[in-house]
């Protein structure tokens, strides 16, 4: 029964959106709106200086921004903080002490007061660029996912102990996930020894990584878990913890892979290909975490951003509603992915930590550890 | 790759490693370690509320199983006292039985004498009688006799006809 009244309220919902594109004029070519909904996309995809919430083009042809602007950092011989609203994003050239600088592709180049950018023969601008330490969409999202998580995890924190140790409110919803890490991600990867000291790190990668995911997902849509800083900042994180947390085995492991088992002028010549694949391999297993989480969520936003496009460029009925009907299936499949990549991501992230903290007799160990 | 390099945010890498590892600190502090201590706890308390039932469970199986034995016991011992008691009402009803027996047997014996004894006086009064009775008949007898020889002779004749001694 209440199935079949969301199906109705949906389609009722698909019919007025494709009478909606249908009554308007169709001013521009169809290779035209291609394009804009190409740029869209990928502008989307990128990091941006001020937090835009929908952009609107007016009869004229010019392009009014609603939103907000956000601080922009830089150092350019010297801290300079000023608002991004001086750049009428990306239109005008910024004049800050006698400097100026202008925003191009989300990124800050120091110009002339002309706003001249010097392009190489791959279409990069030559032109010098500040140290640029902006809070910009993706941070000012990841400080309020910061703030949201402290708060959220605080008062679970806190609810224990005012309710005899039983979890109240809203952060009971996350307890069994709390659990689920620990007993499902950490404790089978890391072993019962050590898996409590990097319990910490792993919830609040998952959280964090999940709840970005999340918001990414939210028509404000912001793109920080697709954004390759971002991924390689976590995965730098996991490489720093899995290097320092080492034990001997793993070093070993590494610089010694076949032991005792065989005489040192036998081994030399194996370890002259085989020790700098492990020490390679040290370097691939973040490095595949980051691309991992990178690609995950930028295809996703791609995906889903070039069929709500798809919509603008048919224009008709059949074509909207299927690229409707289409983008909302696609966004059901990107809330799962969103969870999906927060437990794959810990899930890999402990089970490196696993590799670095394992310790083992050493008599039967080699040849199993060899073959993986 | 190239684009991937472009697109490379120095800022954003910068503010992610500060902000995530900020917030790692903070949560551990503030969040983790206490929702996982309480949530040990928790578990540990389970645990041992588990372990605590088992073992009131097994108390309470000793305790049924003391019980069940004190009840056979009590029964037994029930019957035992039953058995003796039938056994010596048994007893005492035979032994009753034996002594008002004897007792009657005494008596009977005793009246037994008594009658015999009785008896006995009897003869011996009447043998007394008998002879006194005899003795004045045969005076009489004699007296008669002498005045008339003939009745004197067919008298003592008739007499000792007629007289049968026990």
């Known amino acids: ?140 999202m990841m400080l309020l996912t910061a703030i949201l998580m402290f708060f959220l995890f605080r008062g679970l924190a806190k609810s224990y102990k005012n309710n005899d140790g039983i979890a109240k409110g809203f952060g009971r919803f996350f307890e069994p996930i709390i659990i689920y890490v620990r007993d499902d991600i950490a404790r089978p990867n890391i072993g019962e020894k050590d898996y409590r000291r990097f ?65 040192w002028f036998g081994k030399i010549f194996i370890y002259i290909i085989l020790v700098p694949i492990e020490i390679l391999g040290m370097f691939i297993k973040p490095f595949a975490l980051l691309i991992r989480l990178y690609a995950n969520m930028t295809a996703g936003h791609v995906v889903l951003g070039s069929l709500i496009g798809l919509i603008y460029i048919f224009q008709n009925w059949v074509g909207g509603s299927l690229s409707f009907g289409l983008a909302f299936a696609i966004s059901l499949i990107e809330v799962l992915v969103a969870l999906l990549q927060a437990y794959i991501f810990t899930m890999l992230a402990a089970l490196y930590f696993g590799f670095a903290v394992e310790e083992h007799e050493h008599d039967h160990d080699h040849e199993t550890e060899v073959a993986h | 790759m190239e684009k991937l390099i472009q697109e490379f945010s120095l800022g954003l890498f910068f503010w992610q490693a500060v902000l995530f590892v900020g917030l790692l600190f903070l949560l551990r502090k503030f969040a983790w370690k206490p929702i996982l201590n309480a949530v040990n706890d928790r578990e540990e308390g389970i645990r041992s509320a588990l372990a605590s039932a088992e073992d009131a469970k097994k108390e309470m199986q000793n305790l049924q199983a003391d019980n069940e034995k004190l009840i056979k016991e009590a029964r037994a011992e029930r019957e035992a006292m039953l058995k003796d008691a039938r056994e010596i009402k048994a007893k005492m009803i035979e032994d009753a039985k034996g002594e008002a027996k004897a007792e009657a047997d005494k008596m009977i014996a005793q009246a037994q004498a008594a009658i015999e004894a009785e008896r006995k006086s009897a003869i011996a009064d009447l043998k007394g009688q008998v002879a006194a009775l005899s003795v004045e008949i045969a005076e009489k007898v004699v007296k008669s006799e002498l005045s008339d020889k003939q009745k004197q002779l067919g008298l003592v004749d008739e007499m000792l006809g007629q007289a049968t001694l026990n």
């Open chain 1, 199 to 263: 319990m910490p790190f792993l919830l609040t990668v998952f959280f964090f990584i999940w709840f970005l995911n999340i918001f990414g997902l939210t028509p404000f849509g912001v793109n920080v878990t697709g954004n390759i800083a971002v991924t390689t900042a976590l995965a730098v994180i996991v490489f720093i913890i899995t290097t320092f947390s080492g034990k001997k085995d793993y070093w070993k492991h590494i610089f010694d892979p076949l032991g005792d088992g065989m005489p």
């Open chain 1, 1 to 140: 029964m209440q199935r079949k009244t969301l199906i109705k309220l949906l389609s009722a919902f698909v019919f007025l959106l494709t009478f909606a594109s249908c009554g308007e004029k169709p001013t521009t070519t169809r290779e035209e709106r291609k394009q804009e909904v190409k740029e869209y996309v990928q502008h989307h995809l990128l990091d941006s200086h001020d937090f835009s919430l929908f952009s609107k083009t007016d009869e004229n042809g010019e392009v009014h921004h609603y939103g907000f602007p956000l601080p922009v950092i830089i150092w350019d011989e010297g801290l300079k903080v000023f608002s991004s609203s001086k750049f009428h994003h990306g239109e005008t050239v910024a004049e800050v002490d006698g400097n100026y600088y202008k925003l191009e592709h989300a990124k800050i180049y120091k110009t002339d007061a002309s706003g001249t950018l010097n392009y190489d023969q791959d279409n990069h601008p030559t032109n010098a660029k500040p140290i640029d330490l902006s809070i910009t969409k993706g941070v000012f």
